[in-house]
């Protein structure tokens, strides 16, 4: 068995601006900064083997504040970025909505849209992190710094497996919210938690934005 905790990075300028990331690169906001601090204390309390990142800079800054808690060094993983949105990128849902009027507010990350990631490729890549952390990590805990849009779909994946696709989308991740999944090759993964965001009560940073990705 291998336990993870799914963490989604700060609020990012793009967060507070209201724009689409998907691949671009935003830094955090000051509010994001804070919340990363905050998730990196909640954090402390886990004994962790290791932490992988995104390789995108609002994950990587997250990483680092759990990171500075740890006797570790994150490791950036291309595998665990955001999913790709192509030319959806750098838009506010406004423009977006406007340049492609058959996009369905619910189908974002699967639109099918020239130029997005496929949702072949996005389930390939999460089978791809699930086996590598399974063969590495046996009896041990590691932390994932990632994004909404992927973690949400790779808690899907780990529901439904290659038809995840087929679920309506049932989890939203806030800015650092934490997920405990543990996983297992002889049986089903368990959840114990989703989207925990109890450590952005402190100081009243829990504004969080849940549906940019």
């Excluded at 691949?23 to 804070?34: I, Q, V």
Aim: a negative charge; hydrophobic letters at 35%; glycine letters at 8%.
């Amino acid at each position: 068995m291998v336990t993870v905790y799914f963490i989604r990075h700060g609020q990012s300028e793009a967060n507070l601006q209201g724009i689409i990331q998907g691949h671009a690169e935003f830094p955090l906001s000051e509010l994001g900064e804070k919340q990363a601090s905050l998730a990196g204390e909640w954090m402390s309390s886990v004994h962790l083997d290791a932490i992988y990142t995104s390789d995108l800079q609002r994950a990587r800054v997250t990483a680092e504040a759990i990171a500075k808690h740890h006797p570790l060094t994150p490791q950036p993983w291309e595998m665990i970025r955001e999913v790709g949105l192509g030319p959806l990128e750098g838009k506010t849902r406004k423009q977006m909505y406007e340049e492609f009027p058959e996009l369905k507010a619910d189908a974002l990350l699967t639109s099918g849209i020239k130029g997005t990631e496929t949702v072949d490729k996005i389930t390939l890549r999460c089978g791809y992190v699930i086996e590598q952390l399974n063969a590495a990590y046996e009896n041990k805990t590691v932390a994932v710094v990632s994004h909404g849009g992927f973690i949400s779909i790779m808690l899907m994946y780990l529901i439904a497996g290659e038809n995840w696709h087929s679920l309506q989308r049932p989890f939203v991740i806030g800015n650092t919210g934490i997920t405990k999944a543990v996983l297992d090759n002889d049986g089903p993964p368990q959840l114990h938690f989703t989207n925990r965001t109890d450590h952005l009560e402190k100081e009243g940073n829990s504004k969080s934005s849940t549906v940019l990705y």
